[in-house]
């Protein structure tokens, strides 16, 4: 995995693996667990491919304001900074 590869590449380097779910669907409290299991899919795949779990952090932004207008799966992802 590329991302997983630049982070070793990086030990010093922290990231955060933010959550989303599209607002458009489910409540608030579903929407924040949906997000939430999102990046720690993405942090369960970076752990096993050997990046050290103290450089990233989970953030689960839940059913923030979507990114993309009308396009509510496009909201459904997580992203890496």
Request: aromatic share 6%.
């Amino acid at each position: 995995m590329l991302a997983a590869k630049a982070m070793k590449a990086n030990p010093d380097k922290k990231y955060k693996i933010a959550g989303y779910a599209d607002k458009a669907t489910g409540s608030a409290r579903i929407n924040q667990k949906l997000s939430e299991k999102r990046a720690k899919v993405v942090y369960d795949a970076l752990v096993a491919e050997g990046v050290n779990p103290n450089q990233m952090e989970i953030i689960a932004n839940g059913g923030t304001d979507n990114m993309f207008y009308n396009k509510k799966e496009l909201n459904r992802v997580v992203i890496l900074e």
